[in-house]
């Protein structure tokens, strides 16, 4: 039999191979997948979360997709993702080519810069609520008039400190990103950018900067997908407030299915949250271009 | 000694084995771990963490843990605003405590539809010793459809307007006795730099007290009572247009202390704002006086903390002896707990829940335990004034409601939370937030 079908017995290091794969996939499956299909499946169902879950065909759909509050919560969470995109990028650019240099003094800034990255969010959302209370915090402790605003209490304001607070939280993960990226870059090429006469600033804008395309997709993909799923940081901080000022699509679920009791609308928004973060990493995949895979290293 | 070749790549398979399966037994137990059981035979009970509270409870479970030493109740602790979340997902996920505590109200309406708790009807009757033994008062909001599905515990708890007394002096203002006197009192006191109310208003029902008594007020306790009657735009009654006009005349007065959005009550942040002399007045639970006893350093020692009664509004229907708040606090029994976590429960519930000890605790904290004939007790106590004054609240109020986010539904409430921050945000004007609130009339 094994003749007709003309395939090779598999035999070998090869056959094994699948098996490696198979512990990942059973947790993916069961902590990803099913819990996936499980939302899409609620989100045609009414459900307190406690009672018996009945079928109700498109009314969650409709209550979530008429609410105004979807639309504000969409804007909120692409502002967000937009502005922490912002602020992160250029900095973590810059702190990942200024930690890359092999310098001591470089390699141990690079340890203390890396510190937020050890603590937990919740964490960080705790300690950023105290030292900006208004009236406990630090302003109002040091007496610096400057300090002492109502910090998470102004919706702008408000808006402004969680771009902060994520910001401080995750550059440092991605200047360890870039950090890599440059140190990647053959020296040949800063030698003989030096025998042409380029000073650094040109160095950084013709070579450094060209050859970490890919890794600013990378760390693009995971800062604008990461950025749908911003959660607890937020919930401590503001719990989406000051009346929803920050209130992304996440704590709009949440406060929906676990507040609210009503899991079928908070299913919906989940989907959306799914379909949305697929859009926008095929997107960036996109944007990298079809060669994303090349290697530029010996190219240039 | 050598060892066998065989044996050694035994062990080191079973080495990689164990590496790789650990992880994915670990997370297996931790999602496990969280249910009721635990073992022997025991009960769970989840109830709220910060102190002094927290202690009392936990004496209680102590002193029923020793004199039961064949069985067990196992207790864990969350904050106010986390357990809420916290206990409704545990429910529905089959995870819930024996013991559920709560609020009676709306939210023990939920889980008696979805038959999560226990029906308590024949026993309350079969231990009439345990019914007799607290204030009659304290059933209603245990009772859905004219059956008991929970045992009253602790204490009834009015909402009071508590008020820094050396404050007042110092700016030379008397306590308010109306409305007007508090839309008077607040530019004295921004004046000198001191916020006139305290407010935690991140926590959402912290401002809804405010609309409690303004409701009530204005329109007495029937214009809310038509919201949970389900009566068809409740919400756009003339008094609760005016109710909440009132409040925010206030929010824009600066009546409340900068930054009140982001604070939360969790952190009793509020009343640290009042005992620091920070802010004049505050609108609280009674359970907030042991709290500021216990934090305040001698604040209340001293007779620096006032208390009164909300004060009427002009032209208002409401009678000003109404008061808001718990009328006490709810011990349920889930109907997913085995047999014998459900005799440990009962047992805890008729000789472990408000026995002397206990009793004496709360008194200790100037809170008003719902135990009958504890008048010598509290006329003893080092907080006798207060509880006096508590007591006088909750037996005289001619109407004593329950504080509206426990009688709603969940989604109603939520709702409602959603729209008093913004209301207090100004961002919604009254008429939209009765518009937002119609929609979910009876829901």
Known sequence: MSALTGRPPRRGPRGILPWLAAPALVVFVCFAVVPLVGVFVLSFTTWDGIGAIHAAGLSSWRTVLTDPGLPHALQVTFLVMIASWAVQTPLSILLGTFMAGRQRYRAALGVVYFIPLLLSSAAIAVAYKALLDPNFGLGAGLKIGALSKDWLGRPGLAFGVVVFVVSWQFIPFHSLIYQAGVQQIPKSLYEASQLDGAGRIRQFFSITLPQLKYTIITSSTLMVVGSLTFFDLIWVLTEGGPGDATRVLALDMYKRGWRGSQMGPASAIATILVLVGLALALLLRRLGGRDAGESQLEGA | MDIPVSRRALSRRTLLGLAAGLPVSAALTACGSSGPGGGNVGATYW????????????????????????????????????????????????????????????????????????????????????????????????????????????????????????????????????????????????????????????????????????????????????????????????????????????????????????????????????????????????????????????????????????????????????????????????????????????????????????????????????????????????????????????????????????????MAAETLLDNISKLFQLSVSPKQFAGNLNAVIGK
């Not at chain 2, 206990?87 to 309406?109: D, F, H, M, N």
């Not at chain 2, 952190?267 to 505050?282: E, F, R, V």
């Open chain 2, 47 to 410: 109830y709220l963490s910060s102190q002094p509270q927290e202690g009392v409870r936990a004496g209680a479970v102590k002193a029923f843990n020793k004199a039961h030493p064949k069985t067990r109740i196992k207790d864990t602790t969350f904050q106010n605003d986390a357990y809420k979340t916290k206990i409704k997902s545990a429910i529905g996920a089959g995870q819930a405590p024996t013991i559920i505590y709560g609020w009676g109200g709306g939210t023990l309406r939920t889980y008696v539809e979805a038959g999560q708790v226990e029906d308590l009807t024949s026993w309350m009757g079969e231990h009439s010793e345990v019914k007799k033994r607290v204030f009659p008062s304290s059933f209603g909001a245990a009772t859905v459809n004219g059956r008991i599905y929970a045992l009253p515990c602790e204490c009834v708890q009015p909402i009071i307007l508590y008020y820094n007394k050396r404050l007042f002096e110092q700016v030379g203002v008397n306590p308010p006795e109306s409305w007007d006197d508090i839309m008077a009192l607040v530019p004295r006191f921004n004046a000198k730099g001191i916020a006139p109310f305290a407010l935690g208003g991140q926590s959402q029902w912290t401002n809804m007290m405010w609309l409690e008594f303004l409701f009530d007020r204005i329109g007495g306790p029937e214009v809310f009572q038509a919201v949970i009657e389900g009566e068809k735009n409740a919400w756009s009654n003339p008094a609760a247009l005016t109710a909440l006009a009132k409040v925010q005349e206030l929010v824009k007065a600066g009546g409340f202390i900068k930054g009140f959005s982001s604070i939360t009550a969790d952190s009793n942040a509020d009343q640290a704002l009042l005992y620091t002399g920070k802010a004049a007045m505050m609108l609280h639970g009674a359970w907030s006086y042991g709290i500021q006893q216990a934090d305040g350093g001698d604040f209340v020692s001293s007779g620096g903390l006032g208390y009164m009664n909300f004060p009427p509004v002009a032209g208002g229907k409401g009678d000003p002896s109404n008061s808001f708040g718990n009328p006490a606090q709810y011990l349920s029994i889930s109907s997913k707990a085995s047999a014998e976590e459900k005799e440990v429960a009962k047992e805890f519930f008729a000789n472990g829940v408000l026995q002397d000890a206990e009793v004496k605790q709360w008194i200790g904290i100037g809170s008003l335990p719902i135990r009958v004939g504890t008048e010598k007790l509290l006329a003893a106590s080092k907080s006798a004034d207060f509880l006096q004054f508590t007591y006088g609240i909750a037996s005289k109020a001619k109407t004593f409601g329950q504080s509206w986010d426990q009688a709603l539904s969940p």
